[in-house]
């Protein structure tokens, strides 16, 4: 199999995450653990709250992202509501419970929910150097999500056995700087990351490692994987 060949390869996250069956997977896995953390009433007046903020942001000026190129106004609005269950949790909960409810619900689901939209390792691995092919489909990703004004990404070392970049701009985080409040990117959009690629890393024979991320106060989003089995 071609790289070119893999599941979304040369699409980019609004390409992925707006199709409508992606969008009500998500929305079934999302609903179930968020009803297992908070139960019933618990969802119901956190949907409430939500749709609540959703019609008070109806007419707010998203212009600083458009100009960065973002155009799909489905996908804005699913980084907004996304972020508006982070915020809506923090009011009702305070910022650590609302953290450990999001890393709760992560730690259980990240993986399976994004290999619908990463390659698995199992799949790169038919594809030859599972590291060499992983690194091609991302850079097609990269082109996708830089295109569609979701990400900008700088490459920091493109080798034999290191793959690393940062993200300098992220959408997930623009979103949340405008509701005033940066960290709210983290929980619900970067804390994922922290449990998808650590994963795969270990199967694969890598070692992912990041120092921060945009949210947390760091210039930038930073990305590393390194081979450290050459045999894979």
Not at 153 to 182: I, Q, R, W
Not at 195 to 221: D, H, K, N, Q, Y
């Amino acid at each position: 199999m071609k790289v070119q060949e893999l599941r979304n390869y040369g699409k980019g996250f609004v390409d992925i995450m707006t199709d409508p069956n992606e969008m009500k997977r998500m929305d079934r896995i999302m609903s179930k653990e968020f009803r297992r953390e908070l139960g019933l009433f618990g969802v119901i007046k956190m949907v409430w709250r939500v749709k609540r903020q959703t019609k008070q942001l109806k007419n707010h000026d998203w212009l600083n992202l458009k100009k960065h190129g973002l155009r799909d106004q489905k996908f804005l609005d699913s980084v907004i509501q996304s972020t508006l269950v982070t915020k809506v949790l923090t009011d009702m909960m305070g910022i650590e419970k609302a953290s450990a409810t999001f890393r709760s619900v992560w730690d259980r689901v990240a993986y399976d929910v994004m290999t619908s939209v990463f390659p698995t390792v199992e799949e790169l691995k038919v594809c030859g150097d599972a590291f060499e092919c992983l690194k091609e489909w991302m850079k097609a990703f990269h082109v996708a999500n830089e295109r569609t004004g979701v990400y900008d990404t700088d490459m920091v070392e493109d080798s034999e056995n290191v793959f690393a970049f940062n993200f300098k701009y992220c959408t997930h985080y623009e979103v949340a700087k405008e509701l005033g409040e940066p960290y709210l990117c983290y929980p619900a959009n970067c804390y994922p990351d922290e449990v998808i690629w650590p994963s795969m890393a270990r199967e694969a024979g890598w070692r992912f490692s990041r120092s921060g991320t945009l949210a947390t106060g760091a210039p930038v989003c930073d990305f590393r994987l390194e081979r450290i089995k050459a045999s894979i």
